[in-house]
């Protein structure tokens, strides 16, 4: 059987280590084609500043693409759908990658949401609901397309890495569909119309904690991971961070699509060893909403960014002690079409973000009440908020007041969790 190679290289220049990454595949001349056209598809996202590890770093981006460039391919595009309810271009600008691209000599920023030219995909076998998909035909037409994620914790997948970044090349539609049948699946179904010929995954300073947004914490790993196979590098990156593989619905669902190679024994490590930059990553998520099973949660249809938000604030009513205080109230997240069964009302019942909008209006045409937290997604202390104080958000307070408070609430938090993570 033929082993899946994956380089590991440790430094601190970012453009050296991807060069030297790509060298341990076959250096960039064999890996790229002369006068073909390139697709670098990066983590881009969300809203999030370079120091905040929310998007691939522009160090990142800026290496990848003049490493490519000395393959002398005819064109390198960046390509980008950021998330639902995200502007692709306000993203890119805020995270510094189109500037990064920009210096770095790109030929074109695509923002995929707004592409118009698709091609409709048809997925064979599904293990998803999805049947089919519409891609950019520039996409699809591409020599090239290298997949450059950042490692971030993702709420509702344990961590996001090279498989799941490939979501960012559909529409909203598409995306929306993807978190409304089983994620690992679609994501699987989708790597099987379009397929990034390499991944180099950014672990410079990837994020742990309440990812994948604004509640995460970056942390210094100085690591760049590269392959061809977004499995083998997923899996290998599980094993430098120290998250068991069974810990994950991705290497089921890659499994039975067939795509990639799982077990160490099928993968040859190039450039670093796993035990010389292992490093354990504080990764929150593996029990899911089940690790607050005191709370009732009806999270359906619900994006990354209102459940990221719910479980930073779960985490924080229990290092702030104020989790036995709240126990046994319902929390709904994402749109939801009817009044829900047997949930609680008044001060006992908190909607989230403004998917609940509607829920909201029907609750209060039957009379009764609940309580709301506006925003999409909501401000970040604000669920947590809503839940200790039991009153609708954003409330009365000025932005002064509002920064007290959660710096002073977070403040106690960090301090916290160092106290856990050292135990
Ligand atoms: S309200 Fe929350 S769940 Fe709905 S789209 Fe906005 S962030 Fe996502």
Not at 155 to 167: D, E, G, P, R
Request: charged share 25%; net charge neutral; hydrophobic share 40%.
């Amino acid at each position: 059987m033929v082993k899946s190679i994956v380089s590991i290289v440790k430094g601190d220049n970012a453009k050296q280590m991807v060069e030297e990454a790509l060298n341990h595949l076959g250096g960039v001349k064999a890996l790229i084609k002369e006068g073909s056209t390139v697709v670098i598809k990066p983590n881009g996202g969300h809203e999030g500043t370079p120091e905040s590890s929310v998007c691939t770093s522009p160090a990142v981006v800026k290496a990848v693409i003049e490493v490519i460039r000395q393959a002398n391919p005819k064109k390198i595009i960046l390509a980008e759908a950021a998330a639902i309810g995200c502007d692709t271009m306000k993203c890119l600008e805020v995270s510094g990658i189109k500037n990064a691209a920009e210096e770095a000599g790109i030929d074109e920023i695509i923002d995929i949401k707004s592409d118009t030219d698709l091609v409709r995909k048809r997925i064979q076998n599904p293990g998803s609901k999805i049947k089919n998909v519409k891609l950019p035909r520039f996409l699809i037409e591409a020599d090239h397309i290298i997949n450059v994620p950042i490692f971030k914790t993702h709420v509702s997948m344990v961590f996001t890495c090279a498989l799941k970044n490939i979501k960012g090349v559909v529409q909203d539609t598409v995306h929306g569909l993807m978190h409304m049948t089983n994620l690992a699946a679609a994501m699987m179904d989708l790597w099987s119309v379009i397929r990034a010929d390499l991944s180099i995954a950014d672990l410079i300073r990837p994020m742990e904690g309440f990812g994948p947004h604004t509640t995460g914490t970056p942390v210094d790993f100085g690591c760049i991971v590269a392959s061809k196979d977004p499995v083998a590098l997923d899996a290998t990156v599980c094993r430098m961070i120290g998250l068991a593989i069974d810990d994950v619905d991705y290497f089921t669902a890659a499994r039975e699509k067939g795509i990639g190679l799982i077990d160490e024994s099928d993968i040859e490590i190039r450039g670093n060893t796993i035990k010389e930059v292992y490093k354990k990553l504080y990764l929150p998520y593996l029990d899911g909403f089940g690790a607050w099973p005191e709370y009732n949660f009806h999270i359906e249809n619900a994006c990354s960014s209102c459940q990221g938000l719910l479980a930073y604030s779960m985490a924080k009513l229990k290092l702030l002690d104020e989790y036995d205080k709240n126990k046994g109230i319902d929390i709904v997240l994402g749109r939801k079409r009817d009044i829900l069964e047997n949930i609680k009302y008044g001060k006992d019942l908190l909607l989230i973000g403004d998917c609940t909008k509607t829920l909201k209006k029907k609750i209060e045409a039957a009379g009764k009440t609940c309580v709301h937290v506006n925003g999409c997604p909501p401000g970040e202390p604000h669920p947590y908020w809503a839940i200790t104080d039991r009153i609708d958000m954003p409330d009365q307070r000025t932005p002064e007041q509002i920064r007290i408070r959660h710096e002073a609430e977070n403040d106690i938090l960090i301090e916290r969790l160092k106290a856990q993570k050292s135990k």
